[in-house]
């Protein structure tokens, strides 16, 4: 049971190059969503869903966007990188209201 | 606006001595409260979480929570650090029921001095 998987673990990109963040679970939670971790700044939400299909703003939405095509997965994409995007991203899902469960983020420089 | 405040961003202890991490949160109703763990370059593991049974809540490695509804506090205790706490916790609130988001406090980094 791997729980809640992201990939890549670290990432350099280039200002305006895209890439998509990826996040898979394998317990069947509705629940899934996308966070930044920036020095103390805590966690800030970016996007979640609540099902497949559903999807909604958090926090800090600009920039990113999401999709939800399946229970499992719950990419993040970037469109177009920018160095304020530097920090580090974390998946977490959760079901019937119950904690949270986090992956182990990804780290992602922009030059 | 529903906010989470964890007062000092910065604690540090002596190894053996009480450690007490403060988190408030700006409600009238009684929201889901949760203190989450992180240690240096993982991801984030449950303490402990509160959801209206006893307002003293015990979590793993000794740690303990109490809810203050007076007070809108949800304050994090250990009675003894180890050297093994040093880590950065977080204050994380859920303002309303079923799955929504979480709201954290800015967390508090933990140093324990031998």
């Known amino acids: 049971n791997a729980g809640v998987t992201q990939t890549p673990k670290f990432q350099v990109l280039k200002t305006g190059q895209s890439m998509t963040l990826q996040c898979a679970q394998d317990m069947n939670h509705e629940y899934m969503s996308w966070y930044r971790q920036d020095p103390g700044m805590g966690l800030r939400l970016i996007h979640y869903?609540?099902?497949?299909?559903?999807?909604d703003q958090g926090e800090v939405p600009n920039g990113y966007n999401v999709s939800r095509s399946t229970t499992e997965d719950f990419p993040l994409r970037l469109l177009s990188a920018a160095p304020s995007q530097t920090s580090v991203y974390f998946c977490a899902t959760a079901t019937g209201g119950q904690p949270q469960h986090f992956g182990d983020g990804t780290r992602l420089s922009i030059l | 606006a529903q906010s989470v405040t964890q007062l000092g961003s910065h604690v540090s202890v002596s190894e053996g001595a009480l450690v007490l991490l403060r988190c408030n949160y700006s409600s009238s109703v009684p929201p889901y409260l949760f203190w989450y763990v992180q240690y240096p370059n993982q991801g984030l593991q449950l303490l402990l979480k509160?959801?209206?049974?006893?307002?003293l809540v015990k979590g793993i490695n000794g740690f303990e929570a109490e809810f203050k509804k007076s007070e809108t506090s949800f304050h994090l205790t250990k009675p003894s650090a180890h050297m093994s706490d040093a880590a950065e916790y977080f204050c994380?609130?859920?303002?309303?029921?079923?799955?929504?988001?979480?709201?954290f406090g800015k967390g508090t980094r933990l140093s324990v001095i031998a």
């Open positions: 994380a609130v859920r303002f309303n029921s079923g799955n929504t988001p979480l709201v």
């Open positions: 869903s609540v099902g497949a299909g559903i999807t």
């Open positions: 509160y959801t209206s049974a006893a307002t």
